[in-house]
């Protein structure tokens, strides 16, 4: 396969690791974090030095990016996640651009704003492909558990979740913390893909590229946060012969499946054996065969 | 032995007096309702049994225990479970789901199996599963189980909340207003349905209702309030020729 697709398709992985993380947090736990690229940016510089100054083993240094991001959000949370709505995204939101300020402040570990060149590259997208869709899975097992519906039950109505016995604040903290380890190990990931971290990778636009991905796709629907990774990250690579204009068509499309589906593309719709026969039941039930034998559609 | 023992209840919102030394002693297995005027503090006292307000002074204790200063989730840990005045379910969550996230007690895997469908997670999901559905047969929703929550009409919403109540295996419920919005049809069958839960799960009932003859119907004791002060207590009868509730309901004016 051309390096240009491999390179897309690990792209895609690491959006989708991040944006895996912010579905659990903000679709499905119903806490709007606006601060992702933070998080990431956490995963990238430890996992990128440790590999590049200590020369620690990929894996090894992933896994601690992945670790600190989680870390990071422990203390993180305790006071912000007691924070309504609006407010909490603002917190996460300044926790983001503290974090891009710190690197680039602390030249003469993080190279400050210049970044740290000639990280160790990484390319096997297979290997990625497969933990890829491993994490997806996990995640789809964590939402439907029991503990993934008390996160609903949470999102749906606070008050009312705390009237069945959820505890509230424990199951929005490990969503939080399930995200930062996501997200740090997206950001370890990115860094060895690229090969370069410098801070402005992480700012604002990093973090609402995210969140954008997670509403585009469907708030409460993994396999729409899926898609929406998938399709967005593509989305711009495929446009690239409009030059200039790739941007304004992907902001058109964001736009569009808001006006026409604010529920997001796939709204809650999961894709499982189950939902696709009810799908194929539903799709049959539109047509019929004539006496003929001849398949039409039931207008 | 009293199950529910609150004494000197005192809440204040910024100068006003919402609710103000409020007693209350709830024996097993009694239905007894909290009547008053709208504003007179009632759902406030609920709010304070289900700790979502600490109280200014005062004490509430629940089964011997001192529940004052708990979380309220600890709370509904412990046994009381209730409804809302303006119904709170999860809208966006199945009728299944809204009946299984409250049966706390009956699954107890950890987070860890969360991420992976091992045979104990299974074991108890499916549990679960048969449990709420055995709780929505009762309410007559087991059919529409799959269907979103906030797609329900009004009725069966009450129902449904009632029934996510009793997932908790509550052995105090409070229901805020459960009548209200009911035609005199409805409320009929709704208090038919609260005998049968109460004798089925050998339940106590603390009850907020305006519908007259439900309170005088279902209640063994009742406790009128107004302007947070409680203005008489006693049986049905009692309360029903008490000059101070007519006077407080019907606002009898100076001259009379």
């Known amino acids: 396969m051309p390096v240009y697709y491999q390179g897309i398709i690990i792209l895609t992985c690491v959006n989708l690791i991040s944006v895996l993380g912010l579905s659990l947090l903000t679709g499905f736990t119903g806490s709007f974090c606006f601060g992702q690229a933070g998080f990431m940016a956490i995963g990238a510089y430890v996992a990128g030095m440790m590999t590049k100054f200590w020369h620690i083993p990929l894996p090894v240094a992933l896994l601690c990016g992945a670790v600190a991001g989680g870390l990071v959000s422990i203390p993180l949370g305790y006071p912000t996640l007691r924070l309504k709505g609006d407010y909490f995204a603002i917190a996460t939101l300044g926790f983001a651009e503290a974090v891009r300020l710190v690197i680039e402040n602390l030249e003469k570990i993080t190279g400050g704003s210049r970044g740290i060149p000639s990280i160790p590259t990484y390319n096997n997208y297979p290997v990625i492909v497969v933990g890829t869709l491993v994490l997806v899975w996990l995640i789809r097992n964590y939402v439907s558990s029991r503990h993934g519906r008390n996160c609903v039950a949470i999102r749906e109505d606070e008050i009312a979740a705390q009237a069945i016995a959820v505890n509230t604040f424990r199951y929005k903290q490990i969503s939080f913390i399930f995200n930062g380890i996501l997200a740090g190990l997206s950001g370890g990931l990115l860094a060895h893909y690229v090969g370069f971290i410098q801070p402005s990778m992480f700012g604002i636009p990093k973090s609402t590229e995210l969140i954008v991905m997670v509403i585009f796709g469907g708030m409460h629907s993994v396999t729409g946060a899926v898609l929406a990774a998938i399709v967005l990250t593509s989305l711009p690579e495929l446009l690239r012969a409009a030059a200039a204009w790739r941007l304004v068509v992907y902001g058109a499309v964001v736009v569009l499946i808001m006006v026409f589906r604010p529920e997001g593309l796939l709204g809650t719709w999961e894709l499982s054996i189950s939902s696709l026969r009810a799908l194929r039941s539903q799709i049959a039930s539109h047509f019929y065969k004539n006496e003929r034998g001849m398949l039409r559609w039931r207008s | ?256």
Not at chain 2, 125 to 153: I, T
Request: hydrophobic letters at 40%; one cysteine or more.
């Open chain 2, 1 to 256: 032995m009293a199950i529910l023992e609150i004494t000197n209840l005192n809440k204040m919102f910024g100068g006003v007096q919402a609710v103000s030394d409020f007693n209350l002693s709830l024996d097993e297995g009694r239905i007894e309702a909290i009547i008053g005027p709208n504003g007179a503090g009632k759902t406030t006292i609920f709010n304070l049994i289900t700790n979502i307000y600490k109280p200014t002074k005062g004490e509430i204790s629940f089964r011997g225990k001192r529940i004052t200063g708990l979380q309220p989730y600890q709370v509904a840990q412990m046994g009381i479970a209730r409804t809302f005045q303006n119904i709170r379910l999860f809208p966006e969550f199945s009728i299944l789901d809204n009946i299984r996230t409250a049966c706390h007690q009956r699954a107890n895997y950890m987070i860890f199996e969360g991420l992976f469908p091992l045979p104990r997670r299974v074991r108890q999901e499916k549990e679960l599963e048969e449990h709420s559905m055995g709780l929505l047969d009762l309410v007559g929703l087991a059919d529409r189980a799959q269907e979103m929550a906030k797609n329900l009409p009004y009725g069966h919403q009450r129902r449904l909340e009632i029934a996510r109540a009793l997932a908790l295996e509550p052995k105090l419920l409070l229901l805020d207003e459960p009548a209200a919005g009911m035609n005199p049809d409805e409320t009929q069958r709704l208090m038919e349905f609260i005998s049968q839960i109460k004798q089925k799960f050998n339940l106590t009932i603390l009850l907020i209702e305006h519908h007259m003859e439900v309170v005088m119907g279902l209640s063994d004791f009742i406790v009128v309030i107004d302007f947070g002060k409680t203005i008489a207590r006693g049986t049905p009868e009692e309360t029903q020729s008490n000059p101070l509730v007519i006077k407080a309901y019907l606002g009898v004016g100076e001259e009379a």
